[in-house]
């Protein structure tokens, strides 16, 4: 069973759309959410994190949390040619109730054409 | 501030060969983190380092290992290479902080590693 899902995609949205992509998690008492940009052969970026239930704003980016449903969201928008990239949601989740470490899904591919 | 650096960022080893990795993290991050990114798998959680101790592990068997230095620079260890290992080893540098599990992290630009 997958621990931290995302729809692989790709997601395809015309240059100044709003890109919304969504990643959903099963550990409950998670409080650590975040979300990477990855380039085809380059390492992932931090875009933003999330702690709190709401929106967190970030220029053209927008993280949702929604602990209640677990999922988390991030919006971009007015999307540009340069944001496609594979989007990673980090989730902070506590395998074996060990400590709790980020658990990645496997990314949203998104490509934004002109 | 200079980032996360790798090295080396290429390799090609043999099946049968051991390999060692190396991460020097941001000036000030005492933690670091270590991954393994495959096209299969994705992105997962080797074990992460905080002063000098392993902190946290993940699922993968002993012949991975690691260790860090006083200096909070880290590296890897694969011993005994198989056909599988083949992927990117990406390194994570984080403040302390609360836990791995609460801190961002910041990627180096990963080794990427070939077994024939």
């Known amino acids: 069973q997958k621990e931290v899902e995302q729809n692989s995609g790709p997601l395809s949205v015309p240059e100044g759309a709003i890109a919304s992509l969504n990643c959903t998690y099963s550990?409950?008492?998670?409080?650590?959410f975040f979300w990477y940009r990855q380039y085809s052969g380059k390492s992932p970026e931090l875009i933003m994190f999330?702690?709190?239930?709401g929106d967190k704003e970030d220029g053209r980016f927008t993280a949702q949390l929604n602990k209640a449903s677990q999922y988390v969201s991030l919006l971009i928008r007015d999307s540009q040619p340069s944001d496609s990239a594979t989007y990673l949601c980090?989730?902070?989740?506590?395998?074996?109730?060990?400590?709790?470490?980020?658990?990645f899904g496997r990314g949203t591919s998104l490509i934004v054409h002109p | 501030k200079a980032g996360v650096t790798q090295t080396p960022r290429y390799l090609i080893k043999t099946r049968g060969q051991q390999v060692t990795l190396s991460c020097s993290p941001i000036s000030g991050h005492r933690s670091v983190s270590w991954y393994q990114q495959t096209p299969g798998q994705g992105l997962q959680f080797l074990f992460e380092y905080f002063s000098e101790t392993q902190r946290n592990k993940g699922n993968f068997p002993g012949r991975f290992s690691g260790r860090q230095f006083s200096n909070s620079r880290s590296e890897m260890n694969v011993s005994t290479l198989e056909l599988g290992d083949s992927a990117l080893y990406l390194c994570a540098s984080s403040l302390a902080g609360r836990g791995l599990g609460y801190n961002e992290q910041f990627f180096g630009p990963g080794t990427r590693l070939t077994v024939l």
């Open positions: 999330i702690y709190s239930n």
């Open positions: 550990d409950r008492g998670s409080q650590s």
């Open positions: 980090a989730v902070n989740l506590r395998p074996s109730g060990g400590s709790y470490i980020p658990t």
